[in-house]
Structure formats: C-alpha cells, structure tokens
C-alpha cells in the first residue's frame, strides 16, 4: 500500500491540538526587530503576546519558509517512504506558502507525488481539514476521494474574529487600507470576516468590543439555524476577553465548554494581542470537534 501523510502549517493551530494524529507541521518564520523566530518552534503564542505588550508599537513580520527549506522538508518526507503527500495551507489570499509549496513540486516528479490544497482559510479550520484529511488517510481512501471530502467542507466554513486594533492586519497588507484607515480613526472594533474567496474583510464596524461579541454571537446563531457545525473559540493572548467571548456564548447561543485555541504567533502578528474569534465548520468532522445543533 502507498503511504500517504498529510501536512498543514503551523498557522493551523495543530501545536494546541489534544489528541494524537501523523499530520507533519512546515513552519513559517517571525521577524522580531532584527531576529528570526520558527513559529510554534523557537516562538511559543504566551512568549510572543508578552512581546506585543511589552513593545506596542512595534510589528513582527513573517514570511513562509524558503523554497530550500520547503525542499529539505519534503525531502524528509520522501526519505522515510512517503510516495503521497497532501499539503493543506492557509489561504492564498492571506499566506504564500501554497505557491511555495507548489514551486518545489516538479523536483519530485516521479518520486513522490504533492498535491496542494488552499482551505481558503485560517487557524483551526486549517487544522480541522487536515485532520479530516488524515482520517480519510487511515479510512484508505485515495487521494482523489480525499480531496473531494475538503472541497465539501471548504463549502461550508466561517471565520470571524474581533480585534481591537488594525493596524498589525495594515501594516502586514491583509486589510484594505482604505476601510482600514477610517475604522482606526474612528476608532471601531471591527469585526473580521473570511470570505468565500480566502480574503480577509472587515464585516461590521463596532463602537465596542463588548457590542462586537454581542454581534459575532448572532452572527454565529444565524449560520447555526442551517444545520449541524463543529464550533470552536480562538485568541491571540488576552484570556479575560476569551472568557468574556465564551461566557456570551454560553449565555447567548448555549454553546458551553467549546474547544478554544490559541491563535499561533505567524497569525497573531496580523491580529495584535485583543483579538478573539470563533470558527465553524459543517458537522461532523473530527471525533474531536464539538458539534452544535
């Protein structure tokens, strides 16, 4: 039989996933002033929120790893008999390490095939499809069969998350800057949507980040009323305003002891350190997701 293994990137929130899977990380790079990090490596989410606060007004930069890093990560692959690999990324939109990936690709034909897949995207909706990629994996469907599975669930997923700043999604050019610029002066507390083409848009401007939450619980009620969907929580760093997201969940939507993650730093660089979020996918997915009715 063929072995096949799937890989996701470290923007897929996997570092904080609590059960066990064969999903292989490729890692971005952080730009702290002048020193380069390894997300979720060398720079863990708590020690990279202490730096955002310690230094506000300062902006890491990231970048996805070189196509020579890329090759010597897929070459280990291949070494250890991988002769099938599907690559599940952040959306292209956002992140240019599905092109990457895919320039590397010719290097080797006839020795390992690479098929990439843009979730068109972010954080554990990354992670969701890879895991559903590695049980259809283990289940010894092909990759054909994989691949159509996750364009089902690529269909049917949100991501939306408040920040109370934008300039860091500004600074790193995943905002429009026009409607960037205008909800800083006003100074808003937008609301972030994934849209169906992997792009980052602002879809509510908000006074307040308690009104935000209040905004993002019916936003997440109203996609609820069309079926079944594995709910999660994310944050960049601030636990009370978790916990003050997960509490108006609770209270609002009766969504209680939901998984929550925390964002990785690549990620949290675009965001600032107040952000916090939910995410939804089409039920079921993963025996680890929740699911809500």
Known sequence: MVKKLVVAMSTSC??????????????LNIELGNRRY??????KNGDFQNWMLENPQALARTS???????????LKIMDEGYREVLFVGMSEALSKTCARVREIIPLFEGK????VFDSRSGTFIE?????EADRCFKKGLSMEQTLSRLDELRSDCQVMFGVSDLSYLLYNGRLSRVSGFVANLLR?????HINRRGEAEVAERIMTTARAMRVLSDRVARVLEHGS????????????LHRDLEDILESRNQLRHLP?????????????????GVGLIRAPVHETAKNAA
Not at 64 to 74: V, W
Request: zero cysteines; charged letters at 15%.
């Open 127 to 131: 992670g969701m499809m890879a895991l």
């Open 260 to 276: 929550s993650y925390p964002i990785s730093p690549v990620v949290a660089a675009h965001i600032g350190p107040h952000a916090f």
């Open 188 to 192: 808003l507390k937008p609301l972030i």
């Open 14 to 27: 996997l570092d904080y996933h609590p059960y066990q899977h064969n999903i292989r990380i490729l890692r």
């Open 38 to 43: 390894i997300d979720g490596l060398s720079l």
């Open 229 to 240: 969907y594995s709910v999660f929580t994310l944050y960049s760093g601030d636990l009370e």
């Open 112 to 115: 390992m095939i690479i098929r």
């Open 64 to 74: 996805p790893p070189s196509r020579l890093e890329i090759t010597k990560f897929f």
